[in-house]
């Protein structure tokens, strides 16, 4: 797939709690990987992303890590729990300095709410993990971030930010209106992959391509501080293409780590 993209390209292998899928992707030649577990600690954390970061760098692969997960990772939350377990920037920095991971995913304040509600940011705190740290800061479960709260935390550091759930969220919308209207002579050949209006996969790529233009317009209508002409979004958006999964690896890729990490730093990504 990337190999017949007219842009540059980078894959990200995201959020993955199998150490041997991350170095699967690896070995595919992945731009970025991402160990995550929820049910692990601090220390096992630092320790697994270490291991990464040594398979990964040898490759020329970046690593994004997370020194622990949002609330709400399972689906089950519908709204903002009143404790959300902040990044502290010392141990941000600790973790950091312990693993060699290239970019660092920080709660300030977001939760996995699947954009079933809004959380504000706590956004002094994303100036102080700026001051503390030299890799670029993501921002997981931005689907429910507060839209001001985003631009603001892009102006003070943020360079990566998820909204998977929202891409996920309009794809089944969109899949489930068009099956609404499909009766019960349906020809298989036309509802699935034949490309024409009644594609439940058409109507799909153009919801989370609506999405994903939305996303970007919005953030670029806050008046960023980078010129967000040079921005990257993903799924088939208007400069540098950055999707990402966390199913079983396959696929080719064209970027080193430093070429995906110089993507995150000199722009704003999007991703799913």
């Known amino acids: 797939m990337c190999d017949r993209l007219s842009v540059p390209t980078c894959l990200l292998f995201n959020e993955s709690p199998s150490y041997e899928w991350v170095v699967e992707a690896v070995e595919w030649g992945f731009g970025m990987v991402m160990f995550a577990d929820e049910e692990m600690g601090y220390d096992g954390l630092v320790e697994s992303t270490r291991k990464v970061c040594r398979v990964a760098h040898a490759a020329s692969v970046a690593v994004e890590g997370e020194p622990h997960s949002l609330p709400g990772v399972a689906g089950d939350l519908l709204s903002a729990p009143v404790e959300r377990h902040m990044t502290d920037p010392g141990r941000a920095r600790r973790f950091v300095e312990e693993t060699g991971t290239d970019a660092i995913a920080v709660n300030v304040g977001q939760a996995h709410l699947h954009g079933r509600g809004e959380v504000r940011l706590d956004l002094g705190r994303v100036a102080e993990l700026k001051r503390a740290l030299t890799v670029p800061l993501v921002l997981h479960g931005a689907t429910s971030v507060s839209r001001d709260d985003l631009g603001e935390a892009i102006r003070r550091g943020v360079r990566k930010i998820n909204v998977g759930s929202a891409l996920k969220r309009a794809c089944m919308e969109s899949m489930r209106a068009v099956l609404a209207d499909i009766g019960p002579d349906y020809n298989p050949y036309e509802v699935v ?80």
Do not use: N
């Open 193 to 272: 992959g034949s490309g024409l209006p009644s594609d439940v996969m058409v109507a799909c790529r153009r919801a989370v391509q609506e999405v994903s233009r939305g996303v970007y317009g919005a953030v670029r209508q806050l008046g960023q501080s980078r010129r967000l002409s040079k921005s990257l979004i993903d799924t088939e958006g208007e400069r540098v293409l950055f999707t990402s999964g966390s199913t079983r690896p396959t696929g080719v890729m064209r970027t080193s780590r430093w070429e995906c990490i110089d993507f995150i730093r000199r722009g704003i990504i999007f991703a799913g």
